[in-house]
């Protein structure tokens, strides 16, 4: 949504609509009974459906998977291309109202959501790696960059087999972007709220029809977000993001085991919690065809009666046509609107995510160490840090390292300790929650609760190699805590 800064004044336009359905490039507009055509911004790809006259079954068998469906609609002559789609399948039906061919299907990037990325980058700009997962995983794709904006944020990504849409979403989530594939399948990449149609609105008395659904839904509300990433060994990353509102505390989990660095997963969690605190209204709007509108576009929406007056975000665009109603436009407005399969799959998918996250404890932050450097390390005493691991240095058969002070700005009540290594069964681990004041042992993988207060953690590790246990090496290691 954006807070608007100047006046609006409707010049109410034509709705002499001419439309035209090719399907296989032969024109069935005077057999289409009903149709719709959805394109959606970030979300997903969008889809087709037609309802086809078919008496004596004349359609039956004519059309199939792989074919192609368009939807033209203008002004003027019906040239005007609003939707390109691929058909997925075709099925016959029969009742009192007649004989019918039914045709469903995608958008014509359909395979943006079909395509799995293997892909790793490391500090790089976020729209530098839309463009080489373009090149890479989609080259059949227009190699053009025009309508992919620059975001200045760089990302560090890992992906093994990951759906195409998914990792977009992610680079969206990270940089407060939105993104889509025309009609040419050209990618559009741009920042949130950046794109405003100054040649459309939704306005009462005119081209409006109806709405439903308005209203800011306080289920999506949260004060609370814990996002989970893992470094290379699978180690958790963990990082809690707090609104600071009294009152109760309403959490979501996120997980997203591309996220390996901190900074990532915090960014992951505050991104998140932007979102489920400053949640906008949500709605569905109806109105004579739109023409020109995009997916993402911010258009003025105006009705009197429900003290409506503002430019919002168009999330959701379906065109429908057909013989029971002219050319109409369903706008879906900021968010998503989530009905039973909706919430379904999203209750699978949370779960699932919990049951995957190793974090039985619920504790809420990680203090991690890669061993990629010294840079978290404070005392060194006949240990190596080398290729990504911590050791013994050479002939030594004893040695530690202290970590740096880490200020958590909270006294730490909950500790958990997780490493990644080898011969470590002679080696101790103990922390201290003071500054180093006071050291304590912990066990791996077992919760911990520190006797003194505090909120500056240390961990100090000592590596003893012994005929049972030569070698001691250390790859990942985290604090997890709360």
Request: aromatic residues 10%.
């Amino acid at each position: 949504m954006i807070i608007p800064t100047e006046f609006f004044i409707w010049v109410p336009k034509s709705k002499n609509y001419h439309c035209k359905i090719y399907i296989n490039d032969v024109d069935e507009t005077s057999n289409v009974v009903e149709s719709s055509f959805t394109k959606v911004a970030t979300i997903g790809i969008g889809d087709l459906k037609i309802k086809l006259l078919n008496p004596r079954g004349i359609k039956s068998n004519v059309y199939s998977a792989g074919q192609t469906a368009k939807f033209y609609g203008d002004l003027t002559n019906g040239t005007t291309l609003q939707f390109w789609g691929r058909i997925d399948y075709t099925k016959d039906s029969l009742s009192q109202d007649g004989q019918f061919l039914e045709i469903e299907g995608r958008h014509r990037s359909y395979i943006a959501s079909e395509t799995l990325v293997c892909m790793t980058k490391t500090n790089t700009e976020v729209s530098q790696v839309l463009k080489d997962m373009i090149t890479a995983f989609l080259p059949s794709f227009p190699q053009t960059w025009t309508y992919i904006n620059s975001t200045g944020i760089n990302i560090t990504v890992n992906w093994n087999y990951k759906p195409f849409w998914e990792c977009i979403k992610i680079l969206c989530a990270y940089t407060g972007f939105d993104c889509y594939i025309d009609d040419n399948l050209l990618f559009h990449f741009f920042a949130e709220n950046s794109v405003m149609n100054s040649d459309e609105a939704i306005v009462e008395g005119d081209n409006f029809i109806k709405i439903s659904d308005w209203g800011t839904d306080d289920y999506y509300t949260k004060t609370q977000v814990t996002a989970m990433g893992q470094d290379d060994q699978g180690i958790p990353i963990l990082y809690t993001a707090t609104s600071g509102a009294s009152g109760d505390t309403r959490e979501i989990f996120i997980k997203d085991t591309s996220a390996n660095t901190m900074a990532q997963v915090q960014a992951l969690a505050e991104a998140k919690l932007s979102d489920v605190i400053n949640v906008p209204p949500q709605a569905k709007t109806t109105s004579f065809g739109l023409n020109p509108v995009n997916q993402g576009d911010n258009i003025w929406i105006s009705v009197p009666r429900q003290k409506i007056h503002g430019i919002y975000k168009l999330l959701q665009i379906t065109h429908k046509f057909g013989q029971k109603t002219s050319w109409q436009t369903e706008c879906i407005i900021e968010r998503e609107i989530k009905g039973t399969e909706q919430v379904l799959a999203e209750r699978s998918r949370k779960e699932i995510e919990i049951q995957e996250a190793p974090n039985p404890n619920k504790l809420n932050y990680s203090h991690n160490f890669t061993f990629d450097d010294s840079t978290n390390i404070e005392t060194n005493v006949d240990c190596s840090i080398t290729g990504g691991r911590l050791q013994l240095a050479t002939g030594q058969t004893t040695g530690y390292v202290i970590s740096v002070n880490k200020d958590t700005t909270n006294n730490i009540t909950k500790i958990e300790l997780r490493y990644s290594g080898w011969n470590l069964g002679d080696s101790t681990f103990e922390v201290s929650v003071n500054g180093g004041l006071n050291y304590q042992t912990v066990t791996a993988n077992t919760l911990f609760t520190p006797s003194y207060s505090g909120h500056y953690l240390k961990i100090k590790v000592t590596l003893n190699s012994t005929a049972s246990n030569s070698s001691p090496n250390i790859d990942s290691m985290a604090i997890l805590y709360s």
